[in-house]
């Protein structure tokens, strides 16, 4: 689904990313762990099409350049981010925003566009799965949600959308016990055969619910090692610093 | 300028007026031809040049039009939203109706020689003086509020061209009375000047609610000027819906006579092009326990500017006054301007006022966030201004015409 060969991104003349190889296959759940500063959210930004970086090498996905694709066009084809720090957008009611990229993607897909009635019947039953309070729906994107609520939101996104490859940058920090939870369960639900994950986290902690069918370390732009989902455990007790 | 002398001859002569209506018409159109039109070296109109705009956008401005009164067009009417209308039609009431209202309750008066002379704070005031053809003073009776609201049209045809028109309206509000007011331009004319003056004097208890929409693409020029005086505990609420015109200056003199009366002015300005508009205010609090509050936000885009002058006076007497005003502005690329100037003038220690103003381009952070859900870089950016903007409409009282200045703009919910 997703192939990375020597992915070298730049942002400000400094290299953050230094020849990164990477493959996920559909059904596929990887995690990506590494130091604060390693270039994990270089590497959700670049998979994603943010501007300003400088790049080389090479990603196809679904058989595609992929940095030929415009951002929006990479949502179209099934790539979701689910932000670290999600927005707060003023003025923008959630529900509204939540319809028009719903519609935004079904119009790319050729696919018969949601009415108001049918959309609120499928976020309804998508917020209620996420144990998410509706009325939250329609206050103004993100704007005064709490740290959790901010997390919810974006996975509540995620499976409204329903995408092929869905990239998950922390979305474990600052997440309490209970919405942690919440929020495995939310991407567990979606795993299938043909969707898959790449999560990009700090700590162990959120890979004991979303269990990953391969870990990658990554250390100063590159991946240093990859295992199976032992290796999360051996990170926790040994650290990076056997691996820089 | 001797073409303007004989224009005002003929407007004079055309009309029926007493010699003492004459005289007063002269002064005013002497005081206008003394100073011309406001230049930019007027600390008021220093960011609008109105004699540099008039002349660079109006070739030989005539100060009278001989048009003959068309009928007017009826499909421009606000549809399924009854309302009372008073229709200027190239600057001449062809049209009142208020035949929603108890006619014993609101009193009409269109006699020019009963029209009110209004002090001549700049020549386009006198101007207006001199020159206003067509007049109607709405008086709303004691206790009555109006059961739909009251549209102004301001229409004009295609065949208007280079021509200054003077309209005028008085508003008086007698105590514990209500009126909603909604100004509305149709501009189908080209390269005029409109030079609009309003009156309102609302009493104690009265409640004023004034939107006013210059919503339709056009290249006239406007100057819209409201003088406001607020009885004990009225209230006079304000927006202004600006992004039709090619230039368009609203000027709002507000003054809080008394005690517990309460001022608020929102609005947008939304600019393509090379349009120019400016929102210039002047809130006096003469009154103890007086408040005033000021939200303008301003999108501009291409060759845009913006303007937004707010002041806030307090008199020594006016005692636990609170004003507030706050500026906000998108400039979506480097050839648009926003100037603002803030200005406190304050007499009295026990006061709470204060201001702010921004400005910037839109978050490109944010842009990319919506981008990542599908949306386009355009419907991303459209969603944004929006939202925006949508801060200032959301201040509107009143629901049913909120949603109308809401379509309006294209913000669906």
Redesign the interface.
Known sequence: MLKVKGLKAKIDNKEILKGLNLEIKPGEVHAIMGPNGSGKSTLSNVL????GYTISGDITYLNENLLEL???E???KGI??A?QY??E?????TN??LK???N??KK?KGEKELDAIEFLKLVKQKASELKFDEKILSR?LNVGFSGGEKKKNEIL?MSI?NPKLSILDETDSGLDIDALKIVSEGVNALRNKESSFLIITHYQRLLEYIKPDFVHVLINGQIVKSGGSELALELESKGYESLR | MEQLKIDFNKVIESLKLSSENINTRKKNFNQFIENGFPNKRVEDWKFSDLNQIISSNIENLRLHSNLELNKVDETIFVSKFAHNKIIFLNGIISNIDFSQEDETKVLLTRDLNQNEFFKESNPLISLNNALNVSYVKVTVKENYSLNKPLIIYNITTKDLKSTALNLKTNIVLEKNSSLKLINLFDDNSENNFINIVQNFDIAQDAILKNYKIDNKKNSNIKYCYNNINLGKNSISENFIFSTGSKFIKNEINCNLNNEYSSAFINGIINLTNSQHHEIKTNINHLAENTKSYQLIKSVLNDNAKGIYQGKIYVDSKAQKTNGYQLSKALLLNENTEFDGKPELEIYADDVKCSHGATSGNL????I??????????Q?SKE??I??????AVEKITDEEIKDLIKKMIGI??
């Open positions: 994603s099409g943010k501007k415009e951002i929006e990479r949502a179209h979701f981010l932000f999600p927005l957008i003023p003025g923008v009611n509204i925003f028009t990229s719903l935004a993607i790319a103004q996104q959308l | 978050d490109e952070d944010a990319f966030y919506l981008m990542s859900r599908g949306l386009s870089n419907q969603l944004l929006n939202g925006f903007l949508l801060d669906t919910e």
